[in-house]
Every structure is written in C-alpha cells, then in structure tokens.
C-alpha cells in the first residue's frame, strides 16, 4: 500500500512572509480603500460636470456606494494577501495578459467569461432550478446596477427635449446619446427598467429562500446574517421598488415618501453589506476565470499530465499541480506532496491514517 506522504520539517518564516503581518495587510488594504473611494469621488464630481447633474434627492445612495468602494478595495486586499488567493491573482493575470495564449486561442477568454461568469454553467451541474434562479438574480442585478449606480453618480441624465411632444433625451457626462418618445415600448422600458430587474430578482431570490427554509442540508449548515439576509435584502429592495412605481401610478403618490425612505434604506444597507458578506462572491468571482483561463492554456500547450501517485489515474497538467505545490509551500503546510495525489487517494490516505494512528489507541 502506497504510504501518505510524510509532512516535511517545519518551514522558517521568511522575512517576506514577516511584512504580510496582519496589521501591514490592514494598512495596505486601509490605504487601497481609501485611494478607491477618493477616486470615485472625484470621478462622480467630474462625470456629474462639476455636480451640475447631480440630483441631491440621491444622495444617500451616492455616499453608500463610497462606502462600498472602500470596502471592497478592503476585503479585496485582504483576500489577495492570503497565499492561495494570491498565487490564483498572478497566475490568473499572467494568464490573461499573455501574447502567446491569445495566438493560441483567441476566443478562449471571451467564451469563459461568456459561460463561467455570464450563463455560469458549473451551476446547472448541480440543480437545473438553482441554475435558472441564479440566472433572474444575476441579470436582474446587473440591469439594476447598470441603471442605478450612473444615475447616483450623475453620469447620465433624462431631460425633456425642446421639440413638440412627449420626447426625452438621455445624456451621458452631458452629451446626448439618444433620444425617445416616452410613450412608446422604448420610453416605457427606460423609465421601468428597474421594474423589470425586480421582476428577475424577486423569484430568484424567494426560490433560494424557500430552499434554505425547507432543505435539510441548506438548513444545517446556514447562518441567519449570512445565508438569510442578503436573500431578505434583495427581496425588500425589489418589492418597495415595484411598490413606488405602483404608488405613482394607481395610488396617485399615496404612501410614496414612506415606500421611498424604505427603500433607500434597504438599498443603502444593502451595498455596505456587499464587502463583507455572502455577496462579496461577485466580486471574487472573476478571478477564478484567470485561474481556468490558466488551466485551459496549461492543456492546450500539451504540457504532460500528472499522473496520480497511488492509482495512477491522471490528475492535471503539470503547471497546475505545481501551482498547487506552491501554494502550499507558500502556506507553509510542510506536506505539499499532497498535491501529486487525486482527490479520491487523498481521502483513503488520510482514512488509513486515521485507522493506524488515532483508532488504534482504542482497540
């Protein structure tokens, strides 16, 4: 029987390893915040046009969105201090700003980002409904950020144009781009396309909130803050956003500043949530395209497959599994042979090792 490889003397911190302390990474990422959210201060005072376009009835949602610039230049910093998020960081780059893998495959890039990021495909492997669920929040959201954060900042504006008629002209950074009639099919989608994005999100995120009140493996392991409210948070934005629209219409403004106030609150809360809680995912996620971007370029370049040091069966690429290696060593787990064994050795390995060493002192 193949022995577990044996965990390697203990590993001398390096001095390099002394300037990632926990209180350098806080100043780094305290510093990288603050030069994030400076700076998009100063982009909304000039996309605004000196803020002659911006409307101050938005601006509570415009300084929640420079606290979410800080926090998510925070917690990215912090996350990418950590050895694995950062090997996975540089490869994934690396991969990304590569002449020879571009002339290699050329549409490798856009077709992850098509279905990695996009259609997120690895999720239909799962559960066809999780898939679909997924899906109404993903684009639900993003049409509602494309709308709601240019708005909040002034980029873009709707005024009436000066011709006869009920015609409106959006303009970006002041320059018109287009104009419409406001009663007709385009008029009525630019007016209500925040309605159309709660629309998507509000049966996404009440099937995620059904399944984690009724699952049993989603309930054992779930967490209230969590799990639970940033579900809770998307429901109530997108059900006070439809209730103001129907306030305007059929209530003729009844209820309307209530339904504004807490909406504004439930957006607010939300985006200084992002950072540092389950949403964070979004902005994590496109970096494990570089990472898959790597392992797809290590396989087209015909590097040698590893080949499993127990069974034999094939691993991956070589540059992959010593990618892992490094991470470990960078980790200093001392046992970065580890990497050379497939998922299913591993875990006979670690249970032989149980028998033998932890069992055994009960027999």
């Not at 069974?311 to 070589?318: G, H, V, W």
């Amino acid at each position: 029987m193949t022995e577990p490889p044996q965990a390697a003397e203990a590993v001398v911190p390096t001095p390099e390893a002394a300037v990632r302390s926990p209180a350098a990474v806080r100043r780094r990422a305290t510093l990288a915040g603050a030069v994030v959210s400076a700076l998009l201060i100063l982009a909304i005072v000039l996309g605004s046009r000196l803020l002659r376009d911006f409307d101050s009835a938005l601006l509570p949602y415009a300084v929640a969105t420079v606290f979410l610039a800080f926090g998510v230049a925070y917690r990215y910093t912090v996350w990418i201090s950590a050895p694995g998020a950062r090997r996975l960081f540089r490869q994934g780059w690396r991969s990304f700003f590569s002449a020879a893998n571009f002339r290699r495959a050329p549409t490798a890039l856009p077709k992850m980002i098509a279905t990695y990021l996009g259609l997120q495909k690895f999720l239909g492997a799962r559960s066809h409904a999780r898939w679909a669920a997924h899906q109404l929040i993903f684009w639900g959201c993003v049409l509602a950020a494309l709308i709601t954060f240019p708005l909040t900042w002034g980029w873009f504006t709707f005024t009436s144009s000066t011709g006869a008629g009920p015609g409106y002209e959006m303009r970006i950074w002041g320059f018109k781009v287009l104009g419409f009639d406001a009663l007709n099919i385009v008029g009525w989608l630019m007016f209500h396309g925040l309605d159309v994005a709660a629309v998507l999100v509000i049966p996404g995120a009440s099937y995620f909130l059904w399944r984690r009140m009724k699952d049993r493996g989603a309930v054992t392991g779930q967490r209230f803050a969590y799990d639970l409210v940033p579900l809770i948070a998307l429901i109530v934005i997108s059900v006070t956003g439809l209730l103001l629209t129907f306030s305007s219409i059929f209530l003729h403004g009844g209820g309307y500043q209530f339904l504004a106030i807490l909406h504004m609150v439930s957006v607010v809360f939300t985006l200084i949530y992002i950072p540092f809680g389950k949403f964070f995912h979004i902005v994590q996620r496109p970096a494990a395209v570089g990472m898959q971007l790597f392992k797809y370029t290590s396989r087209s370049k015909d590097e040698p497959v590893m080949a499993c040091r127990r069974c034999q069966e094939p691993i991956d690429t070589a540059p992959y599994v010593e990618n892992l290696r490094g991470t470990m060593r960078d980790l200093q787990l001392g046992f970065d042979a580890w990497a050379e064994y497939c998922p299913r050795c591993k875990r006979v390995l670690r249970g032989n090792a149980y028998l033998t060493h932890v069992k055994k002192g009960f027999k």
